[in-house]
């Protein structure tokens, strides 16, 4: 990292500067809605956006989108304020800037959308800031690949989600979420509700990196650390944990909503805490722990007790603060040492004095001790899964597991790095990182630490609010307090002390026997290249399939579909055919035909290109004395100098080739059947055509208005440059860039030969 | 192709087709005729010079390249379609300007749908160009 070389970084000027700044405003701004949002109230804006198709952009601020909105300007202000300094004199600085910020407001969007298409396209926006910021270093393949893995996994599951919000507003007549919900009953009674679920359980769970789907967060790391911290683990992850809970009054308390989350969330979060404890890279460790609480947020979140509502609010808000707090702090670690593996550092405590004590008080409200924020959490999440309608003695075990490994992954982070003896030589001789940089992350633990003493604050500001948005009203919420009396929460908290302190001293032995285990089983991760490599191959397959470059079996898939297409179609509707009525067939008509036919002979069966092309111009010809004949002028003056054309361009092109070679006028029984069912089957059409009666409408209308309206007589023309025009302007931009093509494609084959 | 009787016709031959085609053009509002007729009229006379005397000749005749004349046209067919936005209507709503028009007689219509038909022209014109052009010299 270029900015661990420079002692005393200067920051970035303004666009280091703007971003905290705003978002500091807007924290200010959103904290003013916290009484009104308190007192149950909830706030709605709407701007329309596509009326005609029910998108608007509606804005709703209730108790579930203000939480997430503090999170993300506050948080975002800190991180801001961190990276000017953490990547200060970086060359791409202000490109760093812009995706930040760019993806501050579209998280802040996400969360405050009620419109399902309005939400859909933060959503995206989201994914796309995140693809960029994690491929901010481009240079590297890793972080290349990562960035693109990240937006392949999130991208496939939000086109999901897009069909999944798709049927929600179909089947509910309304793409407003607030509405929606208001019909719950009719939602869960409604036959989509099930594909609904599974779409829209898709998209959460990819952006949420819920297991299967997991790899992509560990791998997102390759991202500076402030994004980590700020997208990777306080915010843009948990988006798909928010559409769970906004959804979450509509579509839970069914079975496959309570199972689907709760074995999915409890499989997350158990083995991710356990391949926590594998990583001897901070920040690796970190990211494993981020997926333990996205897994236990979504399994509370299958549930619908008081308890298990009050715990997901009370989590959701101390991961974020603990975890950004972390995040941050290895940043520093790394910014001053220039490492973050978990052997290396040691002793850091006496040189980085505030880094330390911040880390202290975070990883504290980690592992869940009293009187910080996290130990109520824990008490919280207990009591929650000791309630689960499913399977409580399941979701203990599995609450009580991960706890437990988050407790001895809290004391590798925190602990190791300031306390231990040094492992080994550190790149760069550690000092205290500028104040920046340690001010965010204690902000945020020493916020830990105050609602832990001070729950009522959290509680009346926040916890009330959410909660009631999740249950539809605040009279199930649990009261946030660190002394409960000794009950079975508290038993399980001494289990999950006692628990983890042993799987903290024997974590080293622990974790080679994880290494080994994981490196025998096959990985998501390398699941994923194959995928890829298989993916890629047999789009080479099918393109070579398809593309061969013969143009004659591309003309021979032409005719073929256009025969099975229009065939089947005429069989399967039964198209009447007229009765051609041949009486007033005159002499001139029938000479046209046979010359179009004579023509047509003439070319398919000739040796000679030159003989070909005359018999075409024949054809086309005639074609145009058939127009002349039913006085239409304009058809056919066209149709002639176009005649005239194709003859001299062809002429010019082939008059080059050798003679037809006798192979290929060898007679091909099967182009001659398909031939002769194309023609059949558009001589169908056009009697078909015929047994309609003409629909004048259109006729007698440009009869009627061209000269009044459009001061034109002749209707073909006034349709192309005035009622049509729009049309004609489109056809005119495809004969320009046709003809640039085509000129471009023989000008590069030219220089290609060397001429 | 080398002969004297086709270069020599080919001189008043294709001055006719291009002031014929200016004549197609314009009278396209009410007879047949039109833009893009005009415009295959037009540009025959030029491949008709090319084929005559080469194509150099032709491209020195032109003086500019086709491929401009056809984005000119391009160009001056969308301007023809954006002026309606001055008078608040509709993209492509034809505007008109009668000169000297009294009670009974018309006068001289002045619109933007000629301007518009006169982009198509030009495009016609120079797309074939462009296209007849690049064949003749690659081969």
């Known amino acids: ?755 | 192709m080398n002969s004297v009787i086709l270069r020599a016709g080919t001189r008043y031959l294709a001055g006719l087709l291009l002031i014929f085609s200016a004549y197609m053009l314009l009278r396209g509002h009410n007879e047949p005729g039109g833009g893009f007729i005009g415009g295959l009229i037009g540009s025959t006379g030029f491949v008709l010079f090319a084929v005559a005397c080469g194509v150099e000749d032709a491209r020195r005749a032109l003086r500019v390249q086709p491929q401009n004349i056809a984005m000119v046209g391009l160009g001056i067919a969308l301007l023809a379609g954006l002026f309606a936005a001055l008078f608040g209507d509709a993209l492509f709503t034809g505007q008109w300007l009668f000169i000297g028009a009294t009670d009974t007689e018309k006068g001289l219509p002045i619109s933007t749908v000629l301007a518009f038909d006169i982009g198509v022209y030009l495009v016609v014109f120079g797309s074939v160009l462009t296209l007849v052009f690049a064949m003749e010299e690659e081969i």
């Open chain 1, 1 to 755: 990292m270029s900015a661990a070389a420079a002692d005393q970084p200067k920051g970035n000027g303004l666009t280091g500067l703007a971003p905290a700044i705003i978002s500091a405003a807007l924290f200010a701004w959103f904290l003013t809605f916290t009484p009104a949002i308190g007192a149950g109230e909830s706030l709605r804006y709407v701007i329309d956006w596509v009326p005609s198709l029910g998108i608007s952009l509606s804005f709703l601020l209730d108790g579930l989108s203000l939480t997430f909105a503090l999170l993300i300007t506050g948080i975002g202000t800190l991180v801001f304020l961190y990276s000017n300094t953490y990547l200060a004199g970086h060359p791409q600085f202000n490109r760093f800037a812009l995706f930040l910020f760019s993806f501050m407001l579209a998280m802040l969007g996400l969360v405050l959308s009620d419109n399902l298409i309005g939400l859909f396209v933060f959503w995206e926006l989201t994914t796309i800031t995140s693809y960029l910021l994690i491929g901010f270093g481009h240079e590297t393949t890793k972080g290349r690949r990562s960035a693109l893995q990240a937006l392949f996994v999130t991208g496939a599951g939000a086109l999901a989600l897009l069909a999944g919000f798709i049927l929600l507003g179909m089947s509910m007549g309304s793409f407003e979420m607030s509405e929606i919900l208001a019909r719950a009953d009719d939602l869960k009674a409604h036959a989509l509700y099930v594909p609904i679920l599974i779409l829209i359980l898709a998209g959460t769970f990819t952006k949420s990196a819920q297991f299967p789907f997991h790899f992509w967060l560990p791998n997102a790391m390759a991202a500076p650390t402030p994004v980590s911290a700020f997208l990777h683990s306080a915010t843009m992850v948990k988006a798909g944990v928010y559409l769970m809970a906004r959804l979450h009054p509509g579509m839970s308390g069914t079975d496959i909503w309570m199972w689907t989350l709760t074995i999915f969330g409890a499989v997350t979060a158990v083995s991710a805490s356990i391949f926590a404890l594998r990583q001897t890279d901070l920040k690796q460790a970190l990211a494993y722990t981020t997926l333990m609480a996205l897994g236990t947020l979504t399994l509370f979140l299958g549930q619908e007790s008081g308890y298990a509502m009050t715990a997901f609010a009370t989590f959701l808000i101390v991961h974020s603060l603990y975890k950004a707090a972390l995040f941050l702090v290895v940043g520093c670690i790394d910014h001053s040492t220039g490492t973050r593996e978990a052997e290396v550092l040691g002793g850091l405590g006496r040189v980085m004095p505030f880094t330390a004590f911040a880390a202290a008080l975070a990883a504290m409200s980690m592992a869940g001790f009293p009187p910080f924020l996290g130990f109520i959490g824990k008490e919280l999440k207990y009591a929650g899964a000791l309630g689960v309608a499913s399977e409580p003695l399941f979701v203990v075990i599995a609450v009580l597991a991960a706890n437990s490994l988050m407790f001895a992954v809290a004391g590798v982070v925190a602990l190791r790095p300031f306390w231990n003896k040094p492992g080994g030589e550190m790149p760069v001789t550690p000092h205290e990182a500028p104040w920046q940089m340690w001010i965010g992350p204690v902000i945020l633990a020493v916020l830990g630490a105050f609602f832990g003493l001070f729950p009522d604050v959290l509680q009346t500001s926040l916890v009330t609010p959410l909660v009631a948005s999740l249950l539809g009203g605040a009279e199930d919420v649990k009261e946030l307090k660190l002394w409960a009396g000794v009950n079975m929460p508290l038993i399980l908290s001494i289990i999950t002390v006692v628990a983890g302190t042993v799987l903290y001293l024997a974590h080293r032995p622990l974790r080679n026997g994880l290494i080994r285990a994981d490196e025998a089983t096959p990985s998501f991760d390398n699941g994923w290249d194959k995928f890829l490599e298989g993916f890629k191959a047999f789009a080479a397959w099918q393109t070579r399939l398809i593309q061969s470059g013969v143009l004659r079996s591309y003309m021979f898939a032409t005719f073929a579909t256009v025969l099975v297409g229009l065939g089947g179609t005429m069989i399967l509707r039964d198209v009447g055919i007229a009765n051609p009525d041949l009486t007033d067939v005159t002499w001139k008509n029938l000479a046209l035909t046979l010359l179009i036919i004579g023509g047509a002979i003439v070319a398919t069966l000739t040796s000679s290109r030159i003989a070909a092309m005359a018999a075409l111009g024949v054809v086309g010809i005639a074609v145009a004395m058939i127009f002349i004949v039913f006085s239409a002028p304009d058809v056919a003056i066209t149709q002639l100098l176009v005649e005239t054309l194709v003859v001299v361009l062809v002429a010019v092109a082939l008059l080059r080739l050798p003679t037809l070679d006798s192979d290929g006028r060898k007679w091909r029984p099967v182009d001659a059947i398909l031939a002769a069912g194309v023609g059949a089957v558009v001589t169908l059409i056009l009697l078909a055509v015929l047994a309609t009666p003409l629909d004048r409408r259109l006729t007698s209308f440009f009869e009627l208005a061209s000269w009044p309206e459009a001061y034109g007589r002749n209707i073909v023309n006034v349709i192309l440059v005035d009622f049509r025009a729009l049309d004609t302007f489109g056809e005119i931009a495809v004969v320009v860039i046709a003809a640039l093509s085509a000129y471009a494609l023989l000008r590069t084959t030219t220089k290609g030969q060397g001429k």
